[in-house]
């Protein structure tokens, strides 16, 4: 790639690679089983430990006060080492942004260290039996107890990743039932050991518990942990939104590493089969990604906004993923139906496929995605709201 | 780091935007299509001022000494509105191949759009509008021939003529280089081309379902509609920084420029293709007639598609590189 990257820059990925090189542990187990969980943590510590697990932090943080265009380089690095997505990516890349523009100093002191070694894993509750897709239909409630200065919780939420062995949770509660939907939502930080809150695992295709159920029976929280002002929960909440499906979860070293990989089985196993269109679709898909993400990058230290094309983003990476993995199965021929070991690559491509499936589903679906993108960028009608009366 | 386009580069793309927007280029084609070359050559001579026709000449035999990158930005803009013309061949592929000829001459007559040219692609029998170009050149191998256009051919999109070329004397014996660096910038400005004929295609079907109703509610209010758009939309975003990519690696004559000058192409004629038949289908019936302006553009994506290079043949020369990569 001719583009340019200045001597710091490039000073900045022969380090990261170094130290990649010399500490990435390869594969570990699947974070969602216990130890899985308790092998991510660790790595998350010897991150923590050389100043790798938040780059764009700031140094008293434990960051390096990376630049955007930095935090890509180490992306690219930390995938190309062949290092696992991250057990704290709830909190450093969904949780963390908000509690840097919204939080307390209070709050910013309790929660964004602990969430940079690994010591507190964070889970997304927001979604809830009925809401999906509708987020703004939550039910789950708080109420107001002026007598101990907080809020009791109340209602149920799901499909929160990682919560069978995250230790906190941040969602969105009903705290004003006569507003507006979008209006008397709040947002809340609490501890999933709480009294009043029960963890139920939930088995994912995958097979482990990776998400789960939360019940709240009127578990209290003080006001220290409301995030933004009562009532201004949505608009908080939604800063983070952008980012889930923009650039922070799904950088490009992540489908580059993988096609990578996928180049590299079609090359031992056979280049000359019909899978070749597949792993060359593949290949340009992730190319044309990282160069997307190139153009974000510039665009927002220019000052921009990514806005609606988040969902251009997400359509873009789901389906990149799903359509890398499915070549990659394809090359397998019946080998594809094993997992685990004595699977090939011991099942990491079966592993890597059932979760690419996901991809459509989580960070808003697809068909919502299309939905923003016809309507915020190309200007189509808003659809038909069947709640609002004629 | 600096990947996407310059102020002037942006400029650039507007001042093309007011000249081929002001200028009426379906007119242009429909003549075009019916032999009267007139307009569109009116049109060739304009944009000739503007410096399309010297981009990659250099400034000593009158032309801009322009980047792949501006050239990337040209063809965008020809291909969203619809310019008739062996562009790509008199503009791209006979400059760089002739620039390093003992024929420079002909460089100046090109760059000042007095002249048009045409060539074949590699080892190919046909060239494109031989019929307005003052020399029309053959490649065989890695030798360049003057070419004597014979038998006129049809081509899908009635704004292209084609004719059967047979070589005539040899010109010159070329570094292989100069071929297959010509041929990728081909491959390139045919993809820019695409991705503006695709952005064209998706700005006129937005227009038309935003109007046109069924059932009571405008069509562009139904998901079904709404999702085909945003597919087309999603594909040729992430085509257009493939073309970047590519110019920018073309620019620099590095190692990989073919690689991705090829997944350039392949990716701008998937989106094309994609932004073509949604469009077509979302217009309905109005969309399957001559009449409609916007045939121009379904036809000229069908038939971009497969010149300089199909989908297949880049897919090929990826997969040979990614082979001789490991
Ligand atoms: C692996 C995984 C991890 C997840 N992690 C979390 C998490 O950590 N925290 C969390 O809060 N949630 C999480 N989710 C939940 C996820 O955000 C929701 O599944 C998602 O928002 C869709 O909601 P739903 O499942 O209720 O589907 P529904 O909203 O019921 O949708 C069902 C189907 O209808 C379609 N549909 C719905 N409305 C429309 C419409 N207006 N137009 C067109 N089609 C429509 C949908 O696209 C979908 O295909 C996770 C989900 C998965 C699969």
């Not at chain 1, 290949?283 to 990604?289: E, F, R, S, T, V």
């Not at chain 1, 079966?350 to 996901?358: P, R, V």
């Not at chain 2, 386009?5 to 084609?29: H, M, P």
């Amino acid at each position: 790639m001719s583009m340019k990257f200045t001597a710091d820059e490039s000073a900045f990925r022969a380090e990261a690679r170094q130290w990649l090189g010399e500490n990435s542990p390869g594969r570990l187990p699947s974070m969602d089983t216990e130890n899985g969980a308790r092998a991510h943590r660790q790595w998350e510590r010897t991150l923590a430990a050389s100043r790798w697990s938040v780059v764009a932090w700031p140094e008293d943080l434990g960051g390096r006060d990376a630049s955007l265009t930095e935090w890509v380089i180490f992306e690219e690095e930390y995938y190309r080492s062949g290092a696992p997505t991250r057990i704290s990516q709830n909190g450093i890349s969904l949780l963390a942004p908000i509690l840097f523009q919204h939080g307390t100093a209070d709050q910013q002191a309790r929660y964004l260290q602990p969430m940079t070694d690994g010591s507190e894993v964070w889970a997304q509750a927001w979604s809830e039996p009925e809401a999906g897709s509708d987020l703004a239909s939550i039910r789950s409630r708080a109420s107001r107890d002026d007598e101990r200065g907080g809020w009791i919780l109340s209602g149920q939420k799901t499909w929160s990743s990682r919560a069978p062995w995250a230790d906190r949770g941040f969602g969105l509660f009903r705290t004003d039932p006569q507003a507006e939907r979008h209006r008397g939502l709040t947002y809340f930080l609490f501890p999933l050991d709480a009294e009043g809150v029960t963890v139920r695992p939930i088995g994912q295709l995958d097979g482990d518990a990776g998400f789960g159920e939360i019940f709240f029976d009127d578990v209290f929280v003080s006001d220290d942990d409301v995030l933004g002002a009562p009532g201004d929960g949505w608009r908080v909440a939604m800063s983070t939104a952008g980012n889930e499906r923009g650039l922070s979860l799904r950088s490009p070293g992540r489908f580059c590493a993988a096609v990578d990989r996928l180049v590299a089985l079609w090359n031992e196993r056979d280049a000359d089969s019909a899978a070749t269109s597949g792993v060359v679709d593949s290949w340009i898909a992730a190319q044309a990604y990282r160069l997307y993400t190139w153009g974000t990058v510039e665009n927002l230290s220019g000052g921009g906004d990514i806005g609606a094309y988040g969902s251009v983003n997400k359509l873009f990476w789901s389906q990149l993923d799903i359509g890398l993995h499915e070549t990659a199965l394809e090359l397998l021929g019946p080998d594809a139906e094993l997992r685990g070991e004595g699977a090939p690559a011991d099942g990491a491509w079966a592993d890597d496929y059932l979760f690419s499936l996901a991809g459509p589903i989580y960070a808003g679906t697809n068909e919502i995605q299309r939905n923003i993108v016809a309507e915020r960028i190309l200007g189509l009608p808003r659809e038909i709201d069947a709640r609002k009366k004629p | 780091m600096k990947f996407s386009l310059s102020a002037e580069q942006q400029d650039f793309a507007k001042s093309l935007d007011a000249l081929l927007g002001d200028f009426d280029t379906v007119s242009a084609s429909r003549a075009w299509a019916r032999s009267d070359t007139g307009p569109g050559t009116d049109l060739w001579r304009k944009l000739a001022e503007a410096g399309v026709t010297g981009l990659l000449i250099p400034e000593d035999l009158g032309g801009v000494g322009g980047s792949h990158l501006d050239v990337a930005v040209a063809f965008e803009r020809l291909g969203y509105h619809g310019a008739p013309g062996p562009w790509i061949e008199s503009a791209v592929v006979v400059p760089l191949i002739l620039a390093n000829s003992d024929k420079p001459e002909i460089l100046t007559d090109l760059s000042d759009g007095t002249q048009c040219a045409s060539i074949t692609e590699p080892d190919g029998s046909r060239a494109l509008d031989s019929h307005v170009a003052a020399n029309t050149f053959v490649v065989a191998g890695h030798r360049l021939y003057e070419g004597t256009p014979s038998k006129k051919l049809r081509s899908v999109d009635p704004v292209r003529t084609l004719f059967d070329v047979q070589a005539g004397t040899a010109i010159a014996d070329l570094d292989p280089e100069i071929f297959t660096r010509a041929y990728d910038s081909a491959a390139l400005a045919c993809a820019s081309s695409l991705i503006g004929a695709g952005e064209r295609l998706l700005d006129d079907t937005v227009a038309y379902v935003v109007q046109r109703k069924q059932f009571g509610r405008v069509v562009g209010s139904y998901q079904a509609v709404k999702h085909a758009l945003a597919d087309v939309k999603v594909a040729l975003d992430f085509a257009r920084p493939l073309v970047i990519g590519a110019a920018h690696e073309l620019s620099a004559q590095s190692a990989v420029a073919s690689r991705d000058a090829s997944a350039a192409k392949v990716a701008a004629n998937k989106a094309a293709y994609r932004a073509a038949r949604a469009a077509l289908q979302l217009h309905g019936a109005v969309g399957y007639t001559m009449e409609l302006d916007l045939s121009l553009w379904i036809l000229r994506v069908q038939a971009l598609v497969t010149a300089w290079g199909t989908t297949a043949h880049h897919r090929d020369r990826i997969a040979t590189a990614l082979t001789q990569e490991n």
